[in-house]
């Protein structure tokens, strides 16, 4: 019977989601990516909603979308891309693997959308991508790097990147963590299949940058993957 569902969920997604990118890459044509975030976000939702995932966020009434953020949280799942772009209630560019930008239809729009491609075995183009990075916090707009760098294979946090952290002392940013539980239980990298049920993404309390500015990176690094992992076991009172 999950193969049967799976297999009817993958083909309601697969309609939905080229009517949406359809959609997205004209509005991307038109209108500059913070003009069409809201129907991206609300294509979001709805392609995640056609896919069986009921979203519950928790902690996002009281972040203001006026502010410069530098977003940090867990990567779950392939459905990460929809999950975060549903729930963050701003505009915000993101820093994504450069294998990426080489996939059909996908590449093109987060190339239409900002985002900034970083290879993983290259330092030399990873620290100019950290470097274009930085340029966008210090021109006021918000960033989100996932830090472990690619998808959990347990389902747990797994150990972070420096490179983040880094960024985060020399661009003088406010970090905003999240988390992201029940992803790796709707679709795990292991496998194809899909179990439909509620993915909850909880908000933290923003960690300031003159609270961190004197940590090294190695501390801030630790303290942000616990800040998240509470967050992730729901241990920290988010935000209402």
Not at 54 to 79: A, T, Y
Not at 163 to 181: C, E, R
Not at 191 to 197: A, E, K, Q, R
């Amino acid at each position: 019977m999950k193969i049967i569902i799976s297999a009817l969920l993958w083909a309601a997604g697969l309609i939905h989601g080229v009517l949406a990118f359809v959609v997205a890459i004209t509005a991307l044509a038109i209108f500059p990516p913070k003009k069409a975030y809201p129907l991206l976000q609300w294509l979001a939702k709805t392609q995640l909603a056609v896919m069986g995932v009921r979203l519950k966020v928790e902690g996002q009434k009281k972040i203001d979308p006026d502010k410069s953020w530098f977003l940090m949280g867990n990567h779950e799942s392939l459905f990460d891309v929809f999950i975060i772009p549903a729930t963050v209630p701003f505009f915000f560019v993101g820093v994504e693997a450069a294998s990426h930008f080489s996939w059909p239809i996908w590449g093109y729009l987060i190339k239409k959308w900002g985002n900034i491609p970083i290879p993983r075995y290259k330092k030399t183009q990873a620290f100019s991508a950290l470097k274009k990075a930085k340029e966008i916090l210090d021109s006021g707009a918000s960033l989100i790097i996932l830090p472990e760098g690619h998808r959990t294979l347990t389902g747990e946090v797994g150990e972070f990147k420096k490179g983040p952290f880094h960024l985060a002392l020399t661009a003088k940013a406010d970090i905003l963590p999240f988390a992201m539980s029940g992803a790796y239980q709707y679709k795990n990298k292991h496998s194809w299949m899909l179990t439909p049920g509620e993915i909850t993404v909880r908000f933290g309390d923003p960690i300031p940058h003159e609270s961190f500015n004197k940590m090294s990176v190695e501390a801030l690094g630790d303290h942000v993957r616990h800040r998240i992992m509470r967050l992730k076991r729901a241990g920290e009172k988010p935000l209402h």
